[in-house]
């Protein structure tokens, strides 16, 4: 999937990056995903709340496992909008660290950044987050493949 563009570089704008992103991947189009921006390197994603996803029906929380494939996807995002990459990536390894439950209600937003890439590997940090900005949901730390755009 090609990148989008940011400062001169990729073949997409970031509509347009957004839409094929979502369309491509399956989860993501189910579990009503979105972006709200991203940039050269970096991605914002949001999941809503959606009762279908919830892990504790006495508590409402949504489920780990949903916090986990947005910041996946989040992290893939970021590395598809670095310029080391652009044509591709898979995960290699995530490591999240949930801190809280979200609160039930609320949609769940994930800032991921790809902030180091080789030719073969890139690095990724992201966080999650409900309505308290201030309290992170969730952090990761993940390595990507990059497959650089042709």
């Keep these: 999937m090609p990148r989008p563009a940011a400062k001169g570089h990729g073949t997409m704008d970031k509509d347009q990056f957004a ?6 991947i399956a989860h993501c189009r189910d579990m009503n995903m979105r972006f709200i921006e991203i940039g050269e390197g970096w991605a ?21 496992g949903a916090l986990t494939a947005l ?13 080391a990459g652009g044509g591709g990536t898979a995960t290699i390894g995530l490591r999240i660290d949930h801190l809280r439950g979200a ?5 769940i937003t994930v800032k991921a950044t790809c902030y180091h890439a080789t030719r073969s590997v890139a690095f990724v940090r992201a966080l999650a987050y409900d309505d308290d900005r201030e309290t992170p949901l969730a952090t990761a730390t993940g390595t990507f493949t990059v497959e650089p755009a042709k």
Excluded: F, N
């Design 103 to 107: 609160a039930p209600g609320q949609e």
């Design 19 to 24: 839409k094929s992103y979502i369309d491509a």
């Design 44 to 64: 914002e994603m949001a999941l809503p709340y959606d009762p279908r996803l919830i892990g504790d029906p006495r508590t409402g929380v949504i489920h780990g």
């Design 71 to 83: 910041m996946d996807s989040c992290c893939g995002a970021a590395v598809l909008c670095h310029p």
